[in-house]
């Protein structure tokens, strides 16, 4: 339960600022932490932030413990000695509104793998010694995936199961013979996620020696093209040959008529339980060494999940299936006392997952854009919050609050303008406005809304696989007045 009465932002890394193409953990970062101070704000919530996978969704990553190295700032492996100046020139593609993942991604690779060329040839004894110790710390995951990402590039990221027999199937003597002759390409990752690791925290102790409090996303699921399955497909429901016979998904919602086929293997919940939740407690646990606090996201799945079988096109056809309950959220509170995870419990929500998330005092979450198709009952609305709330304008799955406001009907604008008591609304301030006011405990404003951004700028569009992901701003967006109206209503409401 979080029992401070505090607001912050929504933002995604790769939504800052920057020289190369996308936002990263350098000197923007430090600046928006800046802001945030500045604002009056407690909270930085970004998405998840490991490998980015099919349609550039950081939800899809290779790994549920690695983090996404196109985030690593490349300035600072330059001050290192690691890259050349002449490295840092821009790619003359690069937009500073948008993020062009077929331009950023190649660029930065390149020049990663210039500095650990550099680095294993040149790095002083201290950095070599940290980096070893990083690798033999993380070694129950790093190198599962060092191995598997170096086996997809040269299988030109095929499907594990697609790949020779031996190596799919993780024969020592393929395994030992494959790192034999690919070391170099192997550490490349490994180094790779040593940065990434060694500036995340950095940038972690730098907010909170301020105030600034990091909250991180975990997908419930993982990808089927991932280290995970690849290296435990004894915990996932795959057949004999390696492929998910039923996926993930949710039935149709708010977001799709069809609901939304997300694909990824669910799990062996019975073996998962009689390993005491193993594989769980350390993904979470590494979870909690990056942020200080957690949400889940499709928290409902833990009380009961989409099943669709693997060969359907939609996830229509699909069932409930019972997911672990209580038992996962009991190991959850024998490793971590505070249990600092935020529920992600929006979308079909029925008795059982209400039950599991108060059960363990979790905060759920409330989105003011849903609460204006009803009446004064609907559970969106702010006089229905409760304390331990986390309450949004909207998320990365939603309009922006002005592209909201613009698309809505007329019943829906008649009500909001009820609701705030006055004609002229003025979206999206009267929305942070009202979820301030509210006693739910935390409020998180996507930064569109701040900058009072439309439609064109949203995050995502759920259940589609063009154009999203891509939205930043620039430091010229962000205006004196809005930091000092974010300030002034949280010193208002919040405190």
């Known amino acids: 339960m979080i029992k401070n009465r505090a607001s912050g932002i929504l933002l995604h890394p790769t939504s800052l600022p920057g020289l190369f193409g996308a936002g990263d953990l350098g000197a923007n970062a430090y600046l928006f932490i800046d802001w945030l101070l500045g604002a009056g704000q407690t909270y930085w919530q970004v998405l998840p932030l490991g490998e980015i996978g099919p349609g550039n969704s950081p939800y899809m990553s290779s790994s549920a413990f690695a983090g996404n190295v196109l985030l690593i700032d490349l300035c600072e492996l330059s001050h290192l000695g690691w890259l050349e100046p002449d490295d840092l020139q821009p790619h003359p593609g690069f937009r500073q509104d948008r993020v062009d993942f077929s331009l950023q991604g190649p660029f930065r690779l390149e020049r990663l793998r210039r500095a650990a060329k550099c680095f294993f040839s040149s790095a002083d004894d201290a950095m070599q010694n940290a980096y070893t110790e990083f690798c033999l710390t993380e070694g129950d995951w790093l190198d599962d995936y060092a191995r598997f990402m170096t086996i997809a590039e040269q299988q030109d990221w095929r499907n594990w199961n697609l790949w020779p027999a031996a190596l799919a199937n993780r024969e020592m003597q393929a395994l030992l013979f494959f790192e034999e002759i690919n070391s170099e390409k192997i550490n490349f990752w490994k180094f790779c996620q040593w940065c990434f690791a060694r500036q995340w925290l950095q940038l972690k102790k730098y907010a909170n020696e301020r105030g600034i409090k990091l909250i991180g996303d975990v997908p419930i699921f993982v990808a089927y093209q991932s280290a995970d399955v690849w290296a435990h497909r004894e915990l996932f429901e795959l057949d004999d040959s390696g492929s998910p016979y039923v996926v993930a998904g949710v039935p149709p919602d708010y977001f799709s008529e069809t609901g939304q086929l997300w694909g990824n293997p669910l799990y062996r ?75 992600e419990d929006l979308g079909v929500i029925t008795p059982d997952v209400i039950e599991l998330r108060d059960r363990f005092s979790l905060p759920g979450m409330r989105i003011l854009q849903f609460a204006f198709a009803e009446d004064d ?56 406005g009202a979820l ?60």
């Open 269 to 343: 919940w019975d073996v998962h339980e009689k390993t005491g939740y193993a594989w769980w407690i350390k993904r979470m646990g590494h979870a909690l060494e990056d942020f200080d606090q957690v949400r889940i996201d499709h928290f409902r799945g833990f009380a009961g999940y989409w099943e669709v079988p693997a060969n359907e096109t939609t996830a229509i056809n699909g069932r409930w299936v019972p997911g672990p309950g209580a038992g996962l959220f009991e190991a959850f509170e024998k490793a971590f006392p505070e249990l600092p995870i935020i529920a």
């Open 436 to 495: 301030s006011a509210s006693i739910a405990n935390t409020v998180i404003f996507p930064m569109q809304d701040i900058l009072c951004l439309g439609n064109e700028y949203r995050m995502n569009y759920p259940g589609s696989t063009d154009h999203n992901w891509e939205w930043r701003f620039v430091w010229e967006q962000v205006q004196p007045w809005q930091t000092i109206r974010l300030a002034k209503i949280t010193a208002d409401n919040l405190r």
């Open 377 to 432: 009952s609907n559970y969106f609305l702010p006089h229905n919050y409760v304390v331990n709330t986390i309450a949004y304008t909207g998320t990365h799955d939603n309009d922006t609050m002005v592209g909201w406001w613009n698309s809505a009907s007329d019943h829906v604008k008649r009500f909001v303008r009820q609701y705030m008591g006055h004609e002229d609304v003025d979206v999206p301030w009267d929305m942070i």
